[in-house]
């Protein structure tokens, strides 16, 4: 069992920037894929990015690559994800979400194990 928490949400303008955590619980952090995802109001929960178990590969949405960016500390079992020039559409419940299926961390939900409870991210026009 691995138990997430993040933390770091908010409300900023556009333009703006926030950094989100996601600690971890439980069993090895490190043998874990993570991911971030995000859930906007009426629509479906869409991958932002991920980055695997050592931390040396990570993968973005398009609509982020440049402005987001993921990293982990598996000595502190924590994954962070970095949000700069932020911009309204990216206002939505963030989640970070754990994989122990082997690979590279995954763009669908349906495989990850254990999700947090997600943060809030608005960004004002």
């Known amino acids: 069992q691995v138990q997430l928490v993040e933390f770091g949400g908010g409300l900023v303008q556009a333009g703006g920037s926030l950094r989100l955590s996601c600690a971890a619980s439980?069993?090895?952090?490190?043998?874990?894929?993570m991911g971030w995802f995000r859930q906007a109001p009426g629509k479906e929960r869409e991958f932002v990015g991920g980055?695997?178990?050592?931390?040396?590969?990570?993968y973005y949405l398009d609509s982020v690559k440049g402005r987001f960016t993921i990293s982990r500390e598996n000595a502190k079992s924590t994954v962070y994800l970095q949000m700069n020039s932020l911009k309204p559409e990216d206002t939505a419940i963030y989640y970070c979400?754990?994989?122990?299926?082997?690979?590279?961390?995954?763009?669908?939900?349906?495989?990850?194990?254990?999700w947090g409870q997600g943060t809030q991210v608005t960004v004002s026009s």
């Open positions: 979400a754990a994989s122990n299926r082997v690979g590279l961390p995954a763009v669908s939900g349906g495989l990850y194990d254990y």
């Open positions: 439980g069993r090895s952090f490190s043998s874990y894929n």
């Open positions: 980055i695997s178990r050592s931390g040396g590969s990570t």
